[in-house]
């Protein structure tokens, strides 16, 4: 995963934590949302949960270097919302997971890594029950991650924005139909994690 630094900033190390919980948090998405056969995807613990490693390279190098690029960019607080959004065969949006981050820039003190572990696997047990609240998607849907910025960040190796590109995805015309599930707040970090679906009146015709 990612090695600490002698000289990790609070910010920088809440950061390290959150990239590598999101990366086996948007795996456990994708397998819930049963985008692939069961078989592309192998069971393993994370902080002590059950949770699922994509075995397929290409999946798995996806996430996890979507992630990482958005590393600076999140220690630094410019990062507002992570995304997955899934689509259907016209390329309109028909469901999104969306994780909605707040890295205290002023937080000065050691990182408890324990304690942050602690309120972010209450996540992936929330995540494995939550099927229910999710739609049933349709036939040959795709899925992306998408970053929502505060601000475009500068074009640096040190940012990693040059992965990221602007989007020219279709909007919901309406705001969406949100569904919460799960929070926390803390002194490093806050985080959201919630559904939105559009409403009847915001789809596309």
């Given at each position: 995963m990612y090695k600490r630094k002698n000289q990790t900033t609070p910010q920088g190390e809440t950061a390290r934590i959150l990239v590598e919980f999101m990366e086996v948090a948007i795996t456990s998405i994708v397998f819930l949302k049963g985008v692939y056969s069961p078989g592309a995807f192998e069971r393993r613990r994370y902080m002590n949960v059950v949770a699922h490693k994509a075995r397929h390279p290409q999946l798995r190098d996806y996430i996890h270097h979507s992630l990482t690029a958005l590393l600076p960019s999140i220690e630094k607080g410019l990062v507002e919302r992570v995304a997955v959004v899934f689509f259907n065969k016209e390329n309109i949006q028909v469901e999104k997971f969306v994780f909605k981050l707040t890295v205290n820039q002023s937080?000065?003190?050691?990182?408890?890594?324990?304690?942050?572990?602690?309120?972010?696997?209450?996540?992936?047990?929330?995540?494995?029950?939550?099927?229910?609240?999710?739609?049933?998607?349709?036939?040959?849907?795709?899925?992306?991650?998408?970053?929502?910025?505060?601000?475009?960040?500068?074009?640096?190796?040190?940012?990693?924005?040059?992965?990221?590109?602007?989007?020219?995805?279709?909007?919901?015309?309406?705001?969406?139909?949100?569904?919460?599930?799960?929070?926390?707040s803390s002194e490093p970090l806050g985080v959201q994690l919630y559904l939105e679906h559009p409403s009847l009146s915001g789809l596309q015709p």
């Open positions: 937080y000065d003190s050691e990182v408890e890594q324990t304690d942050l572990e602690f309120s972010l696997k209450s996540f992936l047990t929330k995540l494995s029950v939550s099927e229910s609240l999710t739609k049933v998607l349709p036939r040959d849907c795709r899925w992306q991650i998408m970053s929502y910025f505060h601000s475009l960040p500068q074009f640096t190796e040190s940012t990693g924005a040059e992965f990221w590109i602007p989007t020219d995805i279709q909007q919901w015309q309406q705001p969406p139909l949100i569904t919460p599930i799960k929070s926390m």
